[in-house]
């Protein structure tokens, strides 16, 4: 017996939720939610163990139909890649959630530009391809939403962290470009601005030396996630998971660049305790392969 929410079947038609970087982290805890909700999901990440079990767990679990596709969506022609398997298996997508993205820390100069160059392409061009290839379908779906993830580092400037808060700040800025355009469409578009999040191995030491309200603010994927998919099923704009993020955005509105300058670069001093960081994942080889159907 499967739990349809009304999102994922109107009439006889089956609609699904499309979730990039579903495996781990956010991601994982996003296509969670929305399985907790009822909605059939197609799941997207690097090909392995991870994304094959996530899909079974979460068929017995939840009792909605789930697909994975293994791709490494920094390759140049991954969207179109996910954009032919949802259209082979004649999947209806009526909500697309953009989440893949990697994180970096480290001096501009001290990071590779194989690595920049795969950054750009996951934060930046993934969101922008996919949100495109999709939209047309989206609309023939509406009422439709799609969702991409950003970072509360979109809306400052973050020193050893440059390219990373560029990348958010493109999320961020055509996010809410395109709600504005795609208004009278059916299609709602929404930006989720999460902040430090203990979302995997790395980020979780990193957490763990953090003080004060840093360390206040730190939210678990599944907080995130939770209030991430009721907010974007309600139609909201932006985002900003957690009661303490939302106040520190809503105070360094009010504020001189200069003073968010100056705490900025105090929660961020401790991270470079630990060292460089070209992101978590290292891309494997082979490029791409499907891995569950
Ligand atoms: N964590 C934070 O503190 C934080 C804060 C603000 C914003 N964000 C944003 O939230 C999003 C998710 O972050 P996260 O911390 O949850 O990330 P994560 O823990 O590193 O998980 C990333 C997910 O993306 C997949 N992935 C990584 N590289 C990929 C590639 N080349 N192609 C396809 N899939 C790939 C991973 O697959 P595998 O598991 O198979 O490797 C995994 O499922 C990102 O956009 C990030 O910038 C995170």
């Not at 590779?112 to 392409?121: E, G, L, R």
């Not at 504020?255 to 290292?282: D, L, M, T, W």
Request: hydrophobic fraction near 40%.
């Amino acid at each position: 017996m499967l739990h349809n929410s009304p999102l994922s079947t109107i009439g006889f038609k089956m609609y699904f939720t499309l979730v990039t970087g579903a495996s781990g982290g956010i991601g994982k805890a996003l296509a969670t939610e929305c399985a907790r909700k009822g909605m059939h999901l197609l799941l997207v990440a690097l090909p392995g163990f991870e994304l094959t079990e996530l899909v079974s767990q979460i068929r017995k679990t939840y009792k909605v139909h789930c697909y994975g596709l293994g791709v490494d969506m920094s390759e140049a022609h991954a969207s179109q890649e996910v954009y032919d398997w949802v259209k082979e298996n004649d999947f209806n997508v009526n909500v697309l959630i953009n989440n893949v993205g990697v994180g970096s820390k480290g001096e501009f100069d001290k990071l590779s530009t194989c690595f920049y160059q795969k950054q750009i392409n996951l934060n930046v061009v993934t969101t922008c391809m996919m949100t495109r290839l999709f939209l047309d379908d989206l609309k023939r779906n509406a009422p439709a939403h799609i969702m991409n993830t950003g970072s509360m580092g979109g809306f400052y400037a973050l020193p050893n962290k440059a390219v990373y808060s560029a990348t958010k700040s493109f999320v961020y800025s055509l996010t809410k470009s395109l709600r504005l355009e795609l208004a009278n469409t059916g299609v709602q578009v929404s930006v989720l601005c999460p902040g430090g999040t203990d979302s995997n191995e790395k980020t979780i030491a990193i957490n763990k030396d953090l003080k004060g309200i840093a360390k206040m603010s730190i939210l678990q994927p599944d907080e995130v996630a939770k209030e991430a998919i009721d907010k974007m099923l309600k139609g909201k704009s932006r985002i900003i998971p957690g009661t303490v993020n939302k106040i520190c955005y809503h105070i360094s509105r009010l504020v001189p660049e200069f003073v968010h300058n100056f705490f900025i670069g105090r929660a961020f001093k401790h991270v470079h305790k630990h060292g460089y960081s070209e992101g978590v994942h290292q891309v494997p080889e082979p490029k791409m392969a499907k891995v569950a159907n």
